[in-house]
């Protein structure tokens, strides 16, 4: 199994920007999907964007589209977000989460991920 650690989480004012990282450790990350989910106070946990295990196809959500972008690097076991003209309405917690790739596509449902990381807080300002 995998073991995921968030990271780069803070504070930003409205229109900054934050990259987010996911250290994974134990069996090759290259094994994995990844995505990352959010949750805010009060709300339920939403899908945000998702890569596969190769990073070949990629998959967000639309109120994030042309803002966030996700990656990984392999090489390095570990993935990214990278947010731009970030929102207060983006404020939450951010997940990342993987998934055994072998025989399955990229999911974009959290309930079919079975690692997950702590979580790591973004405040978005206005």
């Known amino acids: 199994q995998v073991q995921l650690v968030e990271s780069g989480g803070g504070l930003v004012q409205a229109g900054g920007s934050l990259r987010l990282s996911c250290a994974a450790s134990?069996?090759?990350?290259?094994?994995?999907?990844m995505a990352w989910f959010r949750q805010a106070p009060g709300k339920e946990r939403e899908f945000v964007a998702a890569i596969t295990w190769n990073g070949a196809i990629t998959n967000s959500a639309d109120s994030v589209k042309g803002r966030f972008t996700i990656s990984r690097d392999n090489a390095k076991n570990t993935g990214y977000l990278q947010m731009n003209s970030l929102k207060p309405e983006d404020t939450a917690v951010y997940y990342c989460?993987?998934?055994?790739?072998?025989?399955?596509?990229?999911?974009?449902?959290?309930?079919?991920?079975?690692?997950w990381g702590q979580g790591t807080q973004v405040t978005v300002s206005s």
């Open positions: 134990g069996r090759a990350f290259s094994m994995y999907h």
């Open positions: 989460a993987a998934e055994n790739r072998v025989g399955r596509a990229l999911p974009l449902d959290s309930n079919n991920y079975h690692y």
